[in-house]
């Protein structure tokens, strides 16, 4: 999760199409029935079905299954980009071993969240026996084999550990990524070399523009013999209305058995801006559907008593609040203006800073 501007900009009405960005071509109302075509299942009734399977609590965390893997982790997740501002080492050593303490368990984190100093600060914190006690992720931005490789040893040694759980392909936001993903000498392979030297368990990848990249990922994926163990993308109560991730990747990823990461559940606060939702709400939400864990920004003990305090109140929402909690977000989602993360550059790390690429 990234900082940005914290001015809500009007990108004007939305188009009559279902779906459309000024990435990619509008998708008819057709395509996008025949596309989200098991989304009902995954709603509503189907999504309490699902969490009730998947799901177990002790204390105030929430634990589920993170899809195929078979691993156990907290529904929270705790975001290296927020976590890695807070000033003084000692704090953030503090914020994460009190998370963990308390039963958190899935770590984020990035490879050019706050020029690395986000996985040097959790590295510290995660000394001391902590590291065995966390499931820990992290995220690179190489397009080419030799960048992948090296961003893969640099977070490691960032990190303090030989490995992690979780290494995911950060950023793909442009139509043309999942073909530099799977490309000859591309990451990929050096992705899968450091898993071979136990350098990673699972592998993933991340986006926040557009559900159309995700399925594009996917499909390439696919066309190469290959299953992704994890996806991470926006879930919160906007996306619903806009560019809809739930309603267009989340059937795909439940069904073929991948964890699914919620992220921006509340958009950097600007969704609060809004003035529609509460924080709890928006977690609330985002749990309510089928995540294995939803990651949000953590950056002071306030915000951490926040999240257990979501954790620990969170029940299975039925039909008729989904859809008051839905009814109440549709206006101010419709045009996408509090998810800037899908209708500007704000939150692309990698358009910003193209060298990340490789």
Not at 239 to 255: G, N, Q, R
Request: glycine share 8%; net charge neutral.
């Amino acid at each position: 999760m990234k900082p940005i501007n914290q001015t809500v900009v009007d990108i004007g009405p939305a188009e009559e199409t279902e779906y459309s960005s000024p990435q990619l071509p509008a998708i008819t109302r057709r395509q996008f029935i025949k596309m989200a075509a098991t989304t009902s299942l995954l709603v509503g009734t189907g999504a309490i079905s699902w969490a009730a399977e998947h799901s177990e609590t002790s204390g105030d965390m929430i634990y589920r299954t993170l899809g195929r893997t078979g691993e156990k982790v907290s529904a929270i997740g705790l975001g290296g980009f927020h976590v890695g501002k807070v000033e003084s080492d000692e704090e953030s050593t503090r914020i994460i071993r009190a998370a963990v303490d308390r039963g958190i368990t899935f770590m984020d984190n990035c490879w050019d969240y706050n020029d690395g100093n986000s996985e040097v600060k959790m590295g510290k914190a995660l000394r001391d026996g902590y590291r065995d006690k966390v499931f820990l992720m992290t995220k690179i931005d190489g397009r080419t084999k030799q960048s992948a490789a090296r961003q893969i040893d640099e977070s490691l040694r960032r990190l303090q550990t030989d490995h992690v759980d979780l290494m995911q392909f950060h950023e793909i936001i442009r139509m043309g990524d999942p073909e530099k993903i799977f490309a000859a000498a591309g990451p990929m392979e050096a992705m899968q070399e450091a898993k071979k030297a136990g350098k990673l368990r699972y592998i993933g990848f991340t986006g926040h523009k557009d559900p159309k990249i995700h399925l594009h990922m996917l499909d390439t994926a696919k066309k190469n013999s290959f299953r992704f163990d994890t996806v991470q993308m926006p879930l919160n109560v906007m996306d619903a209305h806009y560019l809809s991730f739930e309603k267009m990747v989340l059937p795909v990823l439940v069904k073929e058995g991948i964890g699914v990461l919620g992220m921006k559940s509340m958009g950097s606060g600007v969704i609060l801006k809004s003035n529609t939702v509460k924080p709890i709400e928006c977690l609330h939400y985002a749990l309510n559907l089928p995540t294995s864990v939803v990651i949000t920004g953590i950056d002071s003990m306030k915000i951490l008593d926040q999240a257990f305090e979501a954790a620990r109140t969170f029940k299975k929402m039925n039909r008729q609040e989904l859809a008051a909690l839905l009814d109440r977000t549709k206006e101010a989602a419709s045009a996408g203006k509090f998810e800037l993360f899908k209708t500007s550059t704000q939150f692309d790390g990698t358009t910003q800073h193209p060298q990340w690429l490789g």
